[in-house]
């Protein structure tokens, strides 16, 4: 997900959530083209990070890699679509926040961006958790979405490894953006994943909008998946979400934890944080830990860095999360 965070200190078991079948992909760019060359320069940091405060507790994942196995911290900073400078700036602030895992989207089209900002910080590897994804959906069959998949994990640790000048030689974690539309498809994807980790070039496996079925398909096979990132928010939690990959062993990371929330909700969260001298935003997150989840911010703003990762330090009365709960009740997954 340490250095300064300091998250191993504080690493806690928690449980984690159930799937939700998402079928309404959204518009995607394509995986990088070229497989790159890595690079193995010895560069020193341009810029030193200083220690903070602050303190983020982490889940313990279970895996079969042979590779050793880090906390995953609870607070992440995923990359969005833009370019590279920005990419560059804010996994930078990031860093000077607290933040140290990071969810790095082939989506974003600007890993290069990220790798370079870890590769100028002077924040040892061993101590920043980073996870890069495979968009291998639109494959058809097992074979098909085997090569698509396969080429698409040598590709980000390609880009990274030689943006960083190989300090990111490994990856902590590696995601599939979305399942395949067919059983087969979703073999493929799993069975290229798991050699990938046989490589030595990952230690977590983890998927994306996945429901119970695809679940149980990766599972089958094996290595069980350890994440399954989720919209799940106060404004979206189905019942049975977290209770579902827990029972299976996975744990949820919400990709939308206040996109839906705030607009609708805002007021209400706003009123519960003055009783804790926090924000409407800070609520809502902490609302998803508490309820055994993780999230994954997608800041652009400085002060919201701060403002995200700072959710560690209070909990909020079983009155309060009762009330925010029942501001969406739950819907059955289908």
């Known amino acids: 997900m340490k250095n300064i965070v300091k998250s191993s200190?504080?690493?806690?078991?928690?449980?984690?959530?159930?799937?939700?079948?998402?079928?309404?992909h959204h518009n995607r760019r394509q995986a990088l083209s070229a497989?790159?060359?890595?690079?193995?320069?010895?560069?020193?940091?341009?810029?030193?990070?200083?220690e903070t405060s602050v303190i983020v507790p982490s889940v313990n994942l279970s895996t079969p890699s042979s590779l050793p196995s880090k906390p995953f911290p609870l607070a992440s900073f995923g990359l969005q679509i833009y370019d590279n400078d920005t990419a560059y700036k804010?996994?930078?602030?990031?860093?000077?926040?607290?933040?140290?895992?990071?969810?790095?989207?082939?989506l974003a089209d600007n890993q290069k961006g990220f790798a370079e900002a870890i590769r100028d910080s002077n924040i040892p590897r061993d101590?920043?958790?980073i996870c890069g994804t495979v968009l291998s959906n639109r494959a058809r069959g097992y074979k098909d979405a085997f090569t698509k998949t396969e080429k698409g994990c040598l590709e980000n640790l390609n880009v990274m490894n030689k943006s960083s000048n190989g300090k990111i030689e490994y990856l902590d974690m590696i995601m599939l953006d979305y399942p395949c539309v067919d059983v087969e498809g979703v073999k493929g994807q799993w069975d290229a994943f798991a050699k990938f980790m046989e490589e030595k070039s990952v230690v977590h496996l983890a998927v994306s909008n996945f429901s119970p079925a695809e679940l149980d398909v990766c599972i089958e096979r094996g290595p069980v998946p350890t994440v399954n990132q989720l919209p799940f928010s106060i404004a979206n939690h189905p019942r049975?979400?977290?209770?579902?990959?827990?029972?299976?062993?996975?744990?949820?990371?919400?990709?939308?934890?206040?996109?839906?929330?705030?607009?609708?909700?805002?007021s209400v969260l706003a009123d519960i944080g003055k009783k804790y001298d926090k924000t409407a935003a800070q609520v809502g997150l902490r609302w998803i830990v508490q309820n055994g989840g993780s999230y994954?911010?997608?800041?652009?703003?400085?002060?919201?860095?701060?403002?995200?990762?700072?959710?560690f330090d209070f909990e909020l009365s079983s009155k309060d999360m009762d009330l925010l709960s029942g501001l969406q009740p739950p819907v059955s997954l289908g």
């Not at 497989?35 to 200083?50: E, G, M, N, W």
């Open 127 to 129: 101590d920043l958790y």
């Open 9 to 24: 200190a504080l690493a806690i078991v928690l449980s984690s959530a159930n799937a939700l079948d998402v079928t309404n």
């Open 240 to 266: 049975g979400m977290i209770d579902g990959n827990k029972k299976r062993n996975v744990h949820v990371q919400s990709w939308s934890p206040l996109s839906s929330t705030m607009p609708r909700y805002k």
């Open 296 to 311: 994954c911010v997608q800041s652009k703003k400085e002060s919201h860095f701060g403002e995200d990762i700072n959710v």
């Open 35 to 50: 497989i790159a060359a890595t690079s193995l320069l010895t560069v020193k940091p341009k810029y030193s990070i200083a």
């Open 90 to 106: 804010l996994t930078t602030t990031a860093l000077k926040a607290g933040y140290r895992n990071f969810f790095a989207s082939v």
